[in-house]
């Protein structure tokens, strides 16, 4: 919890136009986002456990490691980057210009989605300590799919985050979406 202080303290200091000004706002927001990623991996363990045992193969356990790496993850690089990044899109793309809701939903999908995927397939690949033959593996075998999942599941909520939400809410998505991104993954 000291981490997280010193942390919202010290992005405070250092831009306090691109994060929220509520210390107590953003330890909230970052501990809901990882209750959020636990309790998405966990369901997905579980819906698997369930597919596999409809169709007769053999089921293993809940692996706890598996949901550790996801928090590790969600924790310390989807917090923080998504939050910025849709700080920055609120300073970039105010929803005062008439072409917003276009702009930033091409910028979410188009290069913001395709990044943070890749970043995801490393990060995940490091942390399972596998070497790079495997993440070119995993980059060649599911990438493609996974961000074509990733358009069809998420570019309908941020159409419509961009045009219902007022500009504060809107970096709730990354607060209460990891539960379901988790799942989708």
Not at 66 to 85: E, K, L
Not at 152 to 177: R, Y
């Amino acid at each position: 919890m000291k981490l997280i202080c010193k942390s919202d303290g010290f992005l405070q200091q250092a831009s306090p136009c691109l994060v929220r000004k509520s210390t107590n706002a953003s330890r909230s927001s970052w501990s809901t986002r990882l209750a959020g990623i636990c309790t998405g991996h966990l369901l997905s363990q579980i819906l698997e456990a369930r597919k596999k045992i409809k169709s007769g193969a053999p089921v293993g356990e809940i692996d706890p490691a598996a949901t550790a790496r996801y928090a590790t993850f969600g924790f310390f690089i989807t917090g923080p980057v998504s939050h910025i990044f849709y700080q920055l899109m609120e300073v970039w793309m105010p929803k005062t210009d008439p072409l917003c809701i276009v702009k930033r939903l091409l910028l979410d999908r188009l290069i913001f989605a395709p990044g943070f995927l890749l970043m995801f397939y490393f990060v995940m690949n490091i942390l399972e300590a596998k070497g790079w033959r495997d993440f070119e593996s995993k980059m060649r075998g599911s990438y493609w799919t996974a961000l074509k999942m990733n358009w069809k599941v998420w570019t309908p909520f941020q159409l419509s985050i961009s045009t219902l939400c007022l500009s504060s809410s809107e970096c709730c998505l990354p607060t209460w979406s990891p539960c379901f991104g988790t799942l989708h993954l």
